[in-house]
C-alpha cells in the first residue's frame, strides 16, 4: 500500500524555519517524481515545488524560489521542504504527493498519490 506522511508543520514567527519531511512507503523513489503543494485557508491548492525521481531536477514556484529548499534522502525514502524566512503567507496546509512517473509535474491533477498534510502557522 502506497502511503505519504507529512510532518514537521507547526506554529513559528515570521521569519523563522521550518523543516517539512514527508516519509513515503509503498514505492520507490526511483520511479516516482515528489512534489510540495500547499492549500491556505479559502484558497484552493498550489504548487510550491518538486524533484524529480532522480534528484536531477527540482523546481520551485516563483513565490518561494531562494527561500524554500526540496531535497531527498532516497536510502530513508524521504523527501524534504526546508522553508527559511518565513512569512504570514505561507500559512497553509502543506501536502507532499507522488506521481508514477519521474519527471516533475506543477499541477495535482498529474499526482496519484496524496498524503494527509502538515499545518504550518506563521505569525506575524
Known amino acids: 500500500e502506497v502511503q505519504l506522511v507529512e510532518s514537521g508543520g507547526g506554529l513559528v514567527q515570521a521569519g523563522g524555519s521550518l523543516t517539512l519531511s514527508c516519509a513515503a512507503s509503498g514505492f520507490s523513489f526511483d520511479d516516482h517524481a515528489i512534489g510540495w503543494f500547499r492549500q491556505a485557508p479559502g484558497k484552493g491548492r498550489e504548487g510550491v515545488s518538486c524533484i524529480s525521481s532522480n534528484d536531477a531536477f527540482t523546481s520551485y514556484a516563483d513565490s518561494v524560489k531562494g527561500q524554500f529548499t526540496i531535497s531527498s534522502d532516497d536510502a530513508k525514502n524521504t523527501v524534504y521542504l526546508q522553508m527559511n524566512s518565513l512569512k504570514p503567507e505561507d500559512t497553509a496546509v502543506y501536502y507532499c504527493?507522488?506521481?508514477?512517473?519521474?519527471?516533475?509535474?506543477?499541477?495535482?491533477?498529474?499526482?496519484?498519490?496524496w498524503g494527509r498534510g502538515t499545518h504550518v502557522t506563521v505569525s506575524s
Open positions: 504527493a507522488a506521481r508514477n512517473v519521474g519527471g516533475v509535474g506543477w499541477y495535482a491533477v498529474q499526482y496519484d498519490y
